[in-house]
């Protein structure tokens, strides 16, 4: 059955820039291997979507819809529907004076006023910075796969949960749902993660969008008590 807008998928992907054929993300292991752009520390697994909702740049969202499972497809995503066109009046020149505690060099990646611009030249006094994303302009190709359409309720609130908190496995929290509520127990692996209230909130307003039936989500957090043995002494 063709996806469909709505749907929850996994997708996996590749993309690069067609101009120059470079591979600038993946979700597959052994490409970012392959292309020297292994993170690590990074989990390489297909991507959780729910089409049509925007979390994928324009034209890639777009072309999903009308896919067909497992069967894999390279699609064109031009500029205006990617990172965007390339707006010179982006690119600013800035007293070389302003950066005090940085020397900067070209291409690289500095952040000015809470904005990240990258350095394209260094001249006398000055310094040239380009606040476009470094993409815009660029057309670019995705080779894409859906992996999996996800249909059972329980296996859709837990991709929810797993894109929040991906830096845990999925398989370590525990659910119990009826048609108006969902508790979810969260392992001690995602405790002390930072921003966790906002994270709870954030998988809490996932889910009521979602299943808007869902009136309550609650979390469980259990801390056990600790066992210290009592090591005995020994006379010498």
Same mark, same amino acid.
């Given at each position: 059955?063709?996806?469909?807008?709505?749907?929850?998928?996994? %997708?996996?992907?590749?993309?690069?820039?067609?101009?120059?054929?470079?591979?600038?993300?993946?979700?597959?292991?052994?490409?970012?291997?392959?292309?020297?752009?292994?993170?690590?520390?990074?989990?390489?697994?297909? %991507?959780?979507?729910?089409?049509?909702?925007?979390?994928?740049? &324009?034209? %890639?969202?777009?072309?999903?819809?009308?896919?067909?499972?497992?069967?894999?497809? #390279?699609?064109?995503? !031009?500029?205006?529907?990617?990172?965007?066109?390339? #707006? @010179?009046? &982006?690119?600013?020149?800035?007293?070389?004076?302003?950066?005090?505690?940085?020397? !900067?060099?070209?291409?690289?990646? $500095?952040?000015?006023?809470?904005?990240?611009? /990258?350095?394209? +030249?260094?001249?006398?006094?000055?310094?040239?910075?380009?606040?476009?994303?470094?993409? +815009?302009?660029?057309? =670019?190709?995705?080779?894409?796969?859906?992996?999996?359409?996800?249909?059972?309720?329980?296996?859709?609130? =837990?991709?929810?949960?797993?894109?929040?908190? !991906?830096?845990?496995?999925?398989? &370590?929290?525990?659910?119990?749902?009826?048609?108006?509520?969902?508790? $979810?127990?969260? !392992?001690?692996?995602?405790?002390?993660?930072?921003?966790?209230?906002?994270?709870?909130?954030? /998988? +809490?307003?996932?889910?009521?969008?979602?299943?808007?039936?869902?009136?309550?989500?609650?979390?469980?957090?259990?801390?056990?008590?600790?066992? $210290?043995?009592?090591?005995?002494?020994? @006379?010498?």
């Amino acid at each position: 059955m063709p996806i469909q807008k709505g749907d929850f998928i996994l %997708l996996d992907y590749t993309a690069k820039i067609e101009e120059t054929g470079k591979v600038f993300d993946t979700t597959l292991e052994d490409v970012a291997k392959n292309e020297k752009m292994y993170k690590e520390g990074t989990t390489y697994e297909p %991507l959780f979507v729910v089409v049509g909702e925007g979390w994928l740049l &324009k034209g %890639l969202d777009e072309q999903l819809i009308g896919l067909e499972l497992n069967k894999e497809i #390279d699609t064109k995503i !031009p500029p205006e529907k990617g990172f965007g066109i390339r #707006d @010179p009046k &982006k690119i600013k020149l800035i007293p070389l004076r302003y950066f005090r505690d940085t020397i !900067p060099r070209p291409n690289m990646e $500095i952040e000015i006023n809470g904005k990240i611009a /990258v350095v394209r +030249a260094v001249g006398a006094g000055r310094v040239q910075v380009d606040f476009n994303p470094q993409l +815009a302009g660029k057309n =670019l190709i995705y080779n894409v796969n859906v992996k999996k359409i996800v249909e059972d309720n329980k296996e859709k609130i =837990l991709a929810l949960i797993h894109r929040r908190i !991906p830096s845990v496995g999925i398989d &370590k929290f525990q659910l119990k749902t009826t048609k108006e509520k969902v508790t $979810i127990e969260i !392992p001690n692996e995602a405790f002390y993660l930072e921003g966790m209230q906002f994270i709870k909130k954030g /998988v +809490a307003n996932d889910i009521q969008k979602f299943f808007p039936n869902m009136n309550e989500v609650t979390f469980i957090e259990r801390y056990a008590k600790e066992t $210290i043995a009592n090591a005995s002494a020994t @006379p010498t």
